[in-house]
C-alpha cells in the first residue's frame, strides 16, 4: 500500500506480525472504503511499540473544511449558507462551498466560532490545505423608516429624511 492509494472495506492494511508470545498474525483491515492519508509502519522485521499509529484512512466524500470567524462576524452564518473558498493551492480560484455545521458556542480562548463546509469528492484538494474563506452573510432587519436616523451599519451611519414611503436612506 502507497499514500493515496484507494482501499475497500474490510480489505487488509498490514499485518502485525506476533511475537513468541501470540498465537497468530493480526491483519489490520480497512473499517471502510477510503484512501490511505499517511503510512506510518514501513518497517519489517522490527517490533512496534503499542499504541503506535500506523495507518490513516480517510473517506474522500467526508472531507470538510472547518473554520472560524470571530464572534460579531459570525452573526448571520448558518448551516446552509454558501461561502467562498480561496485554497493555497489554487489561489486563482473560488469554491463556493455550503457550511453543513456550527458550533453552538464561541471557543472561550479566541471568541471565535466554528464552522463545517462539506468538500466535494471531485475538487481533489490535499488534507491540511490552507484555505481563506470569504462569507457575506445576509442580516436583515425590518424597522419603521423614522426609526434609521442615527442608526449605526457597517458601512456608517444610517440616516432617514421624512417617514412613510417616501423615506431615504
Known amino acids: 500500500m502507497r499514500e493515496g492509494d484507494p482501499v475497500h472495506a474490510g ?3 498490514l499485518s502485525i506480525v506476533p511475537t513468541a508470545d501470540e498465537l497468530a498474525e493480526q491483519p489490520i483491515e480497512a473499517p471502510w472504503d477510503g484512501r490511505i492519508a499517511r503510512l506510518h509502519a514501513r518497517v519489517e522485521g522490527r517490533e512496534i511499540a503499542a499504541q503506535t499509529l500506523l495507518v490513516e484512512l480517510f473517506d474522500p466524500n467526508s472531507l470538510v473544511l472547518r473554520f472560524a470567524v470571530d464572534g460579531q462576524q459570525a452573526i448571520g452564518l448558518g448551516v446552509g449558507q454558501s461561502v467562498q ?4 493551492a489554487a489561489p486563482d480560484s473560488l469554491i463556493e462551498l455550503r ?5 453552538p458556542a464561541l471557543e472561550p480562548e479566541t471568541g471565535q466560532r466554528v464552522f463545517e463546509a462539506w468538500i466535494p469528492p471531485q475538487a481533489d484538494l490535499a488534507i491540511g490545505m490552507k484555505a481563506q474563506v470569504r462569507a457575506n452573510p445576509a442580516i436583515s432587519l425590518q424597522l419603521p423608516a423614522n426609526s434609521l436616523d442615527g442608526l449605526a451599519s457597517p458601512s456608517g451611519i444610517l440616516a432617514a429624511h421624512g417617514s412613510g414611503p417616501q423615506a431615504q436612506a
Do not use: A
Open 11 to 13: 480489505q487488509r492494511l
Open 85 to 88: 473558498v480561496q485554497f493555497s
Open 99 to 103: 457550511i453543513t455545521r456550527t458550533w
